[in-house]
């Protein structure tokens, strides 16, 4: 069973930075897109960041493109996202989801998630 552990969350004021890491358990990490998702309570899930395999290849939502930075380090099986010029609106649980396909069926597995609050 992968198992997927966040970690880096924290409080930090606006303008502040954060670095999130997601280590993921021994599995084929590297043919897996990770995806960065984030919710707060009553909210919907809202996609922040994918990181493609095995291109690397990122994509971010127009909310958080030109602050937030996501990576991969596939020697470590984990993946990162930076997070700089923080807004109290990022204030979220920010998930990470591991998914790839074998044999034509996709798979998902997801981390606890770890709290952000950006406030002064």
């Known amino acids: 069973q992968v198992q997927l552990v966040e970690s880096g969350g924290g409080l930090v004021q606006p303008g502040g930075s954060l670095r999130l890491a997601c280590a993921a358990s021994?599995?084929?990490?590297?043919?897996?897109?990770m995806i960065w998702y984030r919710q707060a309570p009553g909210k919907e899930r809202e996609l922040v960041a994918t990181?493609?395999?095995?291109?690397?290849?990122?994509n971010y939502a127009d909310s958080v493109k030109g602050r937030f930075t996501a990576s991969r380090d596939n020697a470590k099986n984990t993946v990162y996202l930076q997070m700089n010029s923080l807004k109290p609106e990022d204030t979220d649980v920010y998930y990470c989801?591991?998914?790839?396909?074998?044999?034509?069926?996709?798979?998902?597995?997801w981390g606890q998630g770890t709290q952000v609050t950006v406030s002064s």
């Open positions: 989801n591991a998914r790839w396909y074998s044999n034509y069926v996709r798979y998902d597995s």
């Open positions: 990181v493609t395999s095995p291109s690397g290849i990122t």
């Open positions: 021994v599995f084929s990490f590297s043919s897996a897109a």
